[in-house]
Structure formats: C-alpha cells, structure tokens
C-alpha cells in the first residue's frame, strides 16, 4: 500500500519521460513507478497526455527522451532516428512482458475470441497451438466468457470484446498490464462487467497501470493515483489523498467535473 | 452469310479448347504473379522509406496509365530490337514466345492495378489493429503476414473478382501478338473458312460463362473468408 512502509525494487520505472509530437511537447518530464502488485492509476482531463505517456511505456509511441526500465532492464529513447534490428528485438522482448488494453479493444476481427486469446502465445512465444488452446480457454473463463469462445468480435457486445482482449493479454503472461481509459467506449451497462474483471485482477496481486475516468474504481484499487495536467505531474500520492482531498485548483476542478 | 457450317469442323472446336486453355493459363499466371508483384509493391508502398516508396509510386503511375496494347507492341515488337537483350534471361524466357511475351505484359500491367488495389486494402486495416499485434509483441513481419495481410485480402476480395474478370477478357488482345487463345485460335479458323462472326459469337458466350464462374468462386471464396454469423461449435 501506499506508502509502502518498506522500499521496494520497482518493477516498472518510467524516468524523466518527454513526448513531443512536433513542436507540441505532450509530456514533460514524468517519472512513475510501480512495485510488484502496485496498481498506478492515471487520471487527468482529456488532452493531458495520458494516453502518450501509457502507449510510451511499451513504444507504441516513440518518446522524445527518457527512458523505460522494466525488470532492471533499460530502455531508452531513440528519438529521430530508425530503431536497429537489435534494438527492435529489444522492444518485441519489452512487449512480451507488457500486456496491453485498448480503449477501442482492438481485436482482431478475422479471429474468433479464442483465436485473438491464443495468437500471442503460438505466434511470439511458440506455445504449441493445443498448449495454447487449453491455457486460451482458462483465460476466457477468468473473464467470464467460456460460453463464448468461438464467436467472432463482431458477434459480441462491447464489454464482452473488453473482457476479451484481457484475456488476450493475460494470455502472454505478462509481468505487467496496462489499461487505457478500458471502459470508456463502453455503454454505461457494459461498464460494470469489465470493471469486475480488473478488480479480480487486483486481487490476485497484478501490477497494473490504468487509465481511467471511473473515480470510485480507482478509489478502491489504486495503490498510487496520479494526477496529469499539461503533460505534468500535478499531483500524485494515495488515492484517498488525491482524489478525497486534492491540493492543486486543477485537481480540484478536475474531479468536480467527475463526481455526479 | 451466316452458316454455322464452321461448327461442324473439327479444327474449329479444337481451336475453341486449345484456346480457352490458353486464355486460362494467361489469366491464371498473370493474375497470380500480378498478384504477388503487385502485393510486393503495395508492401514497399506503405512500409517502405522514401525511395522506395517513390518506385513503387511511379510504377502504378506508368503502368496503370499505358494502355494494354501499347504496352504489348512495345514489348513483343520493341524489345527485341534492343541488341544487348540477346542471350539474356529475359530474352530466352520472355521474348521467344508470344505467349510468354503476353504473360509478362499482362503480369506488369495487373500488378499496377493489383498493387494499387492492395496498397489501398492495407490502408484500410485500422492502426489500432495492428498496435494490438505490437502490443503481444509482434515484429512487424509477423503483424503483416498474421493480420495486415489477411485483413486487407478480405477487404479487397470483391474487387479481386472483378479485376480477374477484367483480366480475363483484355487477355483476349494478346490475339494481336499472335497468341492462339480463346478469340485468337478460334478467329483464325474463321478467316480459313470465310466466316469471321460465328467465332465471335461462339467464343463470346464462352467469355460470358467464364466470368459468371468467376463471379460465383468468388462469392463462395467471400462467405467462405467470413465470420460466420453463429459460432459453428462449442467446444466446452
Ligand atoms: N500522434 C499524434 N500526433 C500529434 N499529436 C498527438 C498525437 N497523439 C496525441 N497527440 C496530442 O497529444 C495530446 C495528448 O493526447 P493524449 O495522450 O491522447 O491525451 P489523453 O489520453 O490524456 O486524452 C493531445 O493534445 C493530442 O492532440
Ligand atoms: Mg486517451
């Protein structure tokens, strides 16, 4: 919890982070960090960068400058310039132990739910396809979607899809997870599904880093909540402190506009 | 007159079969190999660095815009003129045979529509599919051939049904380079026996039947490619 009464090696460290798209600098200088179990949440209004900064943890987006440690290995920002094939395979390695949840699912529409789940492992791990099929199968049933293993995406509601793609990234093993905003494109009905479901993956003890606009679920889980505005950190710390009593009139405002 | 009395010839019908084999193999390859070269340049197209997506560019740009039968006579007539061709490749392979001169003029000419075709299907995969593909940790080669590809193979499959229809039937103009195909082979029998319509009209309902089989292996190629609309099994 937070703060942790004992320093703990961080699993996850994002330093000194800078994003620029042009001459537009979207982050300024972040640092996070995540313990083993630690689940960091990101709020801040739409704009702020927080999309940037998660799709930079696993260079979906190229930062400008900074560096991703993972594991106590570094990787670091190579801007302006293309990636060598060595420095590729780093990233595909990266990715491997990063899972990732879009906001808009994702899924892959040419593949039932089954396959999405078992693509990973057989095409980046080379689980054999039985192999992957029997832990694909324990994925969907941790989602809640067993019944629906041979349907198609275009065949299941949006929370299904959601639940779905979480299994497809809980299918790689992976030492961490991300989420960005996973329930913002979801009809409010279908909120609660996928809400359920990260909550499990809290109580096994994942370390997550989310996005996320729904304030009571970030009260509930969140080991740190931080505060985005204009690329910087404004305000971060534990979540009954940061969103029960915030310091900055940014912060303040900002869950002004959430709480209905 | 019409007669018919052509129909009754042997020579006739057998330049009726030898030709529709012609027109299918000249279909057959060039679109298959128009395929391929042409996937290649879409590839470059939309992967590629600026050079070579400046090639690729400028080739649809060439190709798509020359007409077919120019491209024929520059090929089967100009070439050959070229002295430093002799004894090459591409002389012993291409330019000694008519027939092998059509397929790699109607191979070049498919792969620029092909290619513009594709390049347009892979436009059309949406980016966060492909983020998805990085995200479990995809190289690149492996998100093209896993879900770029496929996906655009499907978004193009109806067009591909036309294009090959098209092929199928500008394939008839490779007769000018004396090529014996479905209007080449049975035409010259005509002129032998004074009656060029009945060919026409024999080999024009054969054309139609080819492209109404096309249109149907390409619509079972379509419902077979896609989702079904109830899952098939349950496998628990
Ligand atoms: N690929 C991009 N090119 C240019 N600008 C971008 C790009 N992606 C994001 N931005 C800009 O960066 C800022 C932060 O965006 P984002 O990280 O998506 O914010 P959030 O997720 O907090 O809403 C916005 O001003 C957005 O317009
Ligand atoms: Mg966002």
């Known amino acids: 919890m937070y703060p942790s009464s004992l320093p703990r090696a961080p699993l996850l460290e994002v330093r000194n982070l800078r994003k620029s798209f042009g001459s537009l600098e979207v982050l300024k200088g972040v640092n996070i960090a995540a313990a083993k179990g630690d689940i960091v949440t990101l709020i801040g209004s739409s704009g702020s960068g927080k999309s940037t900064l998660i799709r930079c943890i696993n260079f979906l987006e190229e930062p400008t400058q900074g560096e991703i440690v993972l594991d106590g290995v570094v990787y670091s920002a190579i801007p302006l310039r293309r990636r060598s094939r060595r420095q590729n395979a780093d990233l595909v390695y990266l990715r491997r132990k990063v899972g990732m949840v879009f906001q808009s699912f994702n899924l892959w529409p040419h593949r039932s739910a089954i396959e999405n789940v078992m693509e990973g492992p057989v095409q980046v791990l080379g689980v054999s396809k039985k192999e992957a099929r029997e832990n694909a199968l324990g994925y969907l049933e941790k989602v809640g979607l067993s019944d629906r293993i041979d349907y198609y995406p275009s065949q299941l509601s949006g929370g299904q899809q959601q639940r779905v793609a979480i299994a497809r990234a809980l299918a790689m093993e992976p030492a961490i997870l991300l989420f960005d905003e996973p329930t913002s494109a979801l009809d409010p009905e279908l909120v609660g599904e996928v809400l359920r479901v990260m909550q499990n993956l809290a109580s096994e003890g994942r370390t997550m880093i989310i996005v996320t606009h729904e304030m009571q679920f970030a009260l509930e889980v969140s080991s740190e909540v931080v505060f985005l505005s204009k690329g910087n950190i404004e305000e971060r710390g534990s979540p009954s402190d940061v969103l029960k009593s915030p310091k900055s009139e940014a912060l303040a405002s900002f869950l002004q506009r959430y709480r209905s | ?236």
């Open chain 2, 1 to 236: 007159m019409l007669n018919f009395a052509i129909l009754e010839t042997g020579a006739f019908w057998w330049a009726v079969l030898n030709g529709l084999a012609v027109t299918l193999a000249l279909t057959t390859l060039s679109t298959g190999l128009g395929f391929l070269l042409g996937g290649i340049i879409a590839s470059v197209h939309i992967y590629g660095g600026g050079g070579a997506r400046l090639a690729a560019k400028t080739y649809i740009f060439i190709f798509r815009g020359v007409p077919l039968l120019i491209l024929l006579f520059l090929v089967y007539y100009g070439l050959p003129r070229v002295t430093w061709l002799r004894g090459s490749l591409f002389w012993d392979l291409v330019l000694t045979s008519p027939f092998r001169t059509a397929v790699f003029v109607l191979t070049i000419n498919n792969a620029a529509y092909l290619g513009e075709m594709i390049r347009g299907g892979l436009k059309m995969v949406p980016p966060g599919l492909l983020e998805a593909a990085a995200a479990v940790g995809m190289t690149k080669t492996r998100a093209y051939f896993r879900v770029h590809a496929p996906l655009a193979l499907r978004s193009i499959l109806g067009n591909l049904g036309s294009e090959t229809i098209a092929v199928v039937k500008a394939s008839a103009i490779t007769s000018v380079i004396t090529v014996r195909d479905l209007m080449g082979g049975p035409t010259v029998v005509g002129k032998i026996y004074l009656d060029p319509l009945t060919p026409l009209l024999v080999v024009g309902v054969i054309y139609v039947v080819i492209v109404q089989i096309i249109d149907l292996g390409t619509k079972l190629l379509r419902s077979h490619l896609a989702q079904p609309d109830v899952p098939q099994s349950q496998h628990l």
